[in-house]
């Protein structure tokens, strides 16, 4: 427990700008995000356009520019991570699709165990369902996001959105179906 009280300490003084606390913070959290990069990019085609360490790289470079971010935890910095890696794949799935009209979109892999189905979506069609269902219920989009790109438990989540880890779950049961019918529905209109 003494790490996250002193990660916590570490994110105030970030926030506060201290320098040393920014370069003490780093070796703390790389390996988590690490692990949210190779989640986020599981499954992905082996001619992928950015690496798991490159994606950490550019995630923790937007995170640094971030201002006015009141830190409140580690996991309330995983949501920020999650929420910036989602970008990070975005913004490079557009730029392709941009210049090669949609030929090499980055692509994303569901796997059972973090989405309980065995499909495909590209980040740009997830990204743009994600947006559909915050329209339906910004909850709900949020527990997607830091379950998939966050790799945040139920209990997790449910401690960064302040809600009940049983309504957390509920949420994200229905987060998957709504996504799955979603994502086929687009896979519909595209085929």
Same mark, same amino acid.
């Given at each position: 427990?003494?790490?996250?009280?002193d990660?916590?300490?570490?994110?105030?003084?970030?926030?506060? !700008?201290?320098?040393?606390?920014?370069?003490?913070? =780093?070796?703390?959290v790389y +390996?988590?995000?690490?692990?949210?990069?190779r989640?986020?990019?599981? !499954?992905?085609r082996a001619?992928?356009?950015?690496?798991?360490?490159a994606l950490?790289?550019e995630?923790?470079?937007?995170?640094? +520019?971030?201002? $006015?971010?009141?830190w409140?935890?580690?996991? $309330?910095?995983?949501?920020?991570?999650?929420? =910036?890696?989602?970008? =990070?794949?975005?913004?490079?799935?557009?730029s392709?699709?941009?210049?090669?009209?949609?030929g090499?979109?980055v692509?994303?892999?569901?796997? +059972?165990?973090?989405?309980?189905a065995?499909?495909d979506a590209?980040v740009?069609?997830?990204n743009?369902a994600?947006?559909?269902?915050?329209?339906?219920?910004d909850?709900?989009?949020?527990?997607?996001e830091?379950r998939?790109f !966050?790799g945040?438990?139920i209990d997790e989540?449910?401690?960064?959105?302040?809600?009940?880890s049983?309504?957390?779950?509920?949420?994200?049961?229905?987060a998957?179906?709504?996504?799955?019918?979603e994502?086929r529905? !687009? +896979?519909a209109?595209?085929?």
């Amino acid at each position: 427990m003494a790490r996250a009280q002193d990660l916590t300490a570490l994110l105030r003084a970030w926030r506060d !700008g201290d320098e040393n606390a920014l370069n003490a913070l =780093v070796p703390l959290v790389y +390996e988590d995000f690490r692990r949210m990069a190779r989640r986020c990019l599981y !499954g992905e085609r082996a001619n992928r356009s950015i690496q798991a360490t490159a994606l950490v790289h550019e995630a923790f470079l937007r995170l640094v +520019e971030l201002q $006015h971010v009141d830190w409140q935890s580690r996991t $309330h910095l995983l949501a920020m991570t999650a929420r =910036v890696m989602r970008r =990070v794949l975005v913004d490079i799935a557009r730029s392709r699709r941009a210049g090669k009209r949609g030929g090499n979109d980055v692509r994303v892999s569901f796997d +059972e165990r973090r989405l309980a189905a065995p499909w495909d979506a590209d980040v740009i069609r997830l990204n743009d369902a994600l947006q559909s269902l915050a329209m339906l219920d910004d909850r709900k989009s949020q527990v997607v996001e830091l379950r998939f790109f !966050g790799g945040l438990t139920i209990d997790e989540v449910a401690a960064v959105l302040h809600i009940s880890s049983r309504t957390a779950k509920r949420d994200w049961q229905f987060a998957q179906a709504w996504l799955r019918r979603e994502l086929r529905r !687009g +896979e519909a209109r595209d085929a």
